[in-house]
T-cell receptor
Framework: DAGVTQSPTHLIKTRGQQVTLRCSPKSGHDTVSWYQQALGQGPQFIFQYYEEEERQRGNFPDRFSGHQFPNYSSELNVNALLLGDSALYLC?????????????FGDGTRLSIL | AQKITQTQPGMFVQEKEAVTLDCTYDTSDPSYGLFWYKQPSSGEMIFLIYQGSYDQQNATEGRYSLNFQKARKSANLVISASQLGDSAMYFCAMREARIGGATNKLIFGTGTLLAVQP
């Protein structure tokens, strides 16, 4: 039973560039959430996708956008990269309607902005 | 606003001893869930234990137990018989349940770095 998979594992970009991160949820899960974890901090919620729509969004600018595909996989896009976007980006999947079940996380994508 | 507070930036414990990691939370929603995750240096977030706001008993999962004190809004993680492999960052998180059980975002604390000494 495959867990949550994220790609790529590491990425280096320069300021102003655009990046796309990818996530495949755990088998049987239909909801994908994205989190940003800066060094030494706890993860911060970016947004959540369910039924191919953004259902909830955290306090992140419009430079952060996403998409969910019919197979429940998801992408996170960040435009006009800033140095402050350097972080570990975590994807988590869950099954809608089961609020007592944990979100399962992938290993994350480490994004470095030069 | 919902908030999770972890006041211990770092903790040391001797191998085979028990350790308690503190977590307090703030929410006005009567229905919520509390989670503990472990994050090794490699980065993945590993789910440890869950406590629902209406659960009457403290949650337990193997060597992990959750000391849930609802009136004090605390949800401390207790690790018994610490092992060297327990050395990691530990995060307390809260999820508020919506009507219909829709999955909601997780709010994390700043974490506690646990070091298990031989």
């Amino acid at each position: 039973d495959a867990g949550v998979t994220q790609s790529p594992t590491h990425l280096i970009k320069t300021r102003g560039q655009q990046v796309t991160l990818r996530c495949s949820p755990k088998s049987g899960h239909d909801t994908v959430s994205w989190y940003q974890q800066a060094l030494g901090q706890g993860p911060q919620f970016i947004f959540q996708y369910y039924e191919e729509e953004e259902r909830q969004r955290g306090n992140f600018p419009d430079r952060f956008s996403g998409h969910q595909f019919p197979n429940y996989s998801s992408e996170l896009n960040v435009n006009a990269l800033l140095l402050g976007d350097s972080a570990l980006y975590l994807c988590a999947s869950s099954l809608d309607g089961y609020s007592n079940q944990p979100q399962h996380f992938g290993d994350g994508t480490r994004l470095s902005i030069l | 606003a919902q908030k999770i507070t972890q006041t211990q930036p770092g903790m040391f414990v001797q191998e085979k001893e028990a350790v308690t990691l503190d977590c307090t939370y703030d929410t006005s929603d009567p229905s919520y869930g509390l989670f503990w995750y472990k994050q090794p240096s490699s980065g993945e977030m590993i789910f440890l234990i869950y406590q629902g706001s209406y659960d009457q008993q403290n949650a337990t999962e193997g060597r992990y137990s959750l000391n849930f004190q609802k009136a004090r809004k605390s949800a401390n993680l207790v690790i018994s018989a610490s092992q060297l492999g327990d050395s990691a960052m530990y995060f307390c998180a809260m999820r508020e349940a919506r009507i219909g059980g829709a999955t909601n975002k997780l709010i994390f604390g700043t974490g506690t770095l646990l070091a298990v000494q031989p």
